[in-house]
């Protein structure tokens, strides 16, 4: 299994964003994660398609969009265009998950869906076919710094094996409380896919922490 280490850019000065996704790219991440809250499916709110689209303009390294809002259905071709390789959705926020599931690579890009902690792997065992990832949450969505919730590794667990026994191409990612201390909890349970928000920022170079973090997953994917 491959290690992709990928930030999340909450805890980033929002008045310097563009400047610290080039110094993230320049850092080797593998992309970065959007995390879109709408103050109604989770009781915060962060950034929309137009702040994503601007910092789009100056840097290549692809973008995956989180999102955590209400009725995610009526907004998935706006991360498109804002140039998101990836749209992720909650299915609890949707009408009609196959169709959205099904809509978003329709779209030209890539489909993922995060399962937050409470919610079954169950919901997304039919329609594989139609995913490119899967998120296990390991924090309740909604903010940043928020502690791990080690008790999702057998979850990470049975979705590595669902995904195996697929046969499909699924990414299995992990995020919320992910840093040195606890990815390799994940990574041994078979995640491939690590997001990272404040532990990355709390390293003394992005560089050292993107590092860091894949040698400590690599490590415990080998066992
Ligand atoms: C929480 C977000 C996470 C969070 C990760 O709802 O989905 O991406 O920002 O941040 P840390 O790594 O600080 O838990």
């Given at each position: 299994?491959?290690?992709?280490?990928v930030p999340s850019v909450l805890p980033a000065d929002f008045a310097y964003l563009g400047r610290d996704c080039q110094a993230l790219e320049e850092a080797g991440v593998d992309r970065i994660q959007w995390d879109v809250m709408d103050?109604?499916?989770v009781p915060n709110l962060t950034f929309g398609a137009d702040t994503i689209a601007a910092c789009r303009k100056v840097c290549d390294v692809g973008f995956e969009a989180h999102l955590m809002v209400e009725r995610p259905e009526e907004l998935l071709h706006t991360y498109v265009d804002a140039g998101c390789e990836l749209i992720i959705v909650h299915p609890e926020s949707l009408q009609q998950p196959h169709r959205t599931y099904a809509h978003i690579r329709e779209l030209g890009v890539r489909a993922g869906v995060a399962l937050s902690p409470g919610t079954s792997l169950a919901s997304v065992e039919h329609v594989m076919d139609l995913l490119d990832m899967i998120l296990v949450m390991t924090v309740n969505p909604g903010f940043g710094g928020q502690s791990y919730i080690a008790t999702m590794e057998p979850k990470v667990a049975a979705a590595r094996a669902m995904i195996d026994a697929s046969g499909f191409d699924i990414e299995l990612e992990v995020d919320g409380g992910i840093g040195p201390e606890t990815i390799a909890g994940p990574a041994a349970a078979g995640a491939d896919v690590f997001i990272s928000?404040?532990?990355l920022w709390r390293y003394p170079s992005f560089?050292?922490?993107?590092a860091d973090l894949r040698q400590r997953a690599e490590a415990a994917q080998q066992g």
């Open positions: 299994m491959s290690v992709k280490i103050g109604k499916f928000g404040s532990a560089a050292e922490g993107v």
